[in-house]
């Protein structure tokens, strides 16, 4: 620790480990850690410029540690998206918040098309972490290591939710990340993850044609629910992912119990679903007013 604390006094105030440092006098210092626990600890050190030539910020015309927020109410819940504070040297960012679930994406997209490519080179990652809801690994799990089987599938989920409102013909390569910053664990965060990272795509400079709106719905006794428990969803006889656009569904993914229910009702259930869902599409849009980028042309 004595070695963070001499680090700390060599780049001055506003230090965080593992990441990038707030812009001082017109420099950005960025450090990378290497075996940060042996001894004679010593990080490597870049400096960047922070002309607005090669600064990129999500929203640049906010000062630093401000944000907008934008939020909607369906049947009671209230949910929220905000972007301005987090990842600013992300092409757009945006954050995701359920009562105390918050998901956190990111969008970048390359600005340079490499020669040969004839495809869209979308990579999409999902990850959770412990410390999301206040635990820390042992020390021999503290790595955490690579995504589980739970983590691919909503990394699925969220990609085919995404990837059809890209023009035709961009090819460059795109990757959104998805990170729970905190998870009250009574509610599945898929949901949150796709409507952060819609929101994130929505504002930043990258050619897509969302936004996209997602929510969960249980029917649990007859009732249908929308943004159920976990608890719920376990006594469901339906349990429907449903994500469309204004217009239209694009992504649907539902699992029943004791036979399921009738077409009739999956048919109403899917009507409810999208009544919900593009109630989170507004609030998105008047974020992009207030905080989004002049989306790129392409060629």
Known sequence: MAAVARLGRVLGSGVSIGGFIAPRAGVLHEFRVSNFWRAGFVPSLRTLSTSPSTLNTSTSTLPLGTSITEECTIEGKTFVFETGKLARLADGTA???????????????SRKLNEGQDFMPLQVEYRERLNAVGRIPSTFNRREGAPKDREVLMMRAIDRAIRPLFPKGFFYETQVLNSIMSADESQETDVACINAASAALTVSDIPWNGPVGAVRLAIVEGEMVVAPSIDQIEAAELN???????????????AGTNGGVPDDVFAAALERAHSAAVQMIPPQLRLAERAGKEKRVVP
């Open 240 to 254: 429907l992912l449903y994500a469309c656009t204004a217009e239209r569904a694009l992504m649907i993914e539902a």
């Open 95 to 109: 954050l995701f918040k359920s009562g105390d679930t918050h998901a956190m994406a990111t969008s970048v997209a």
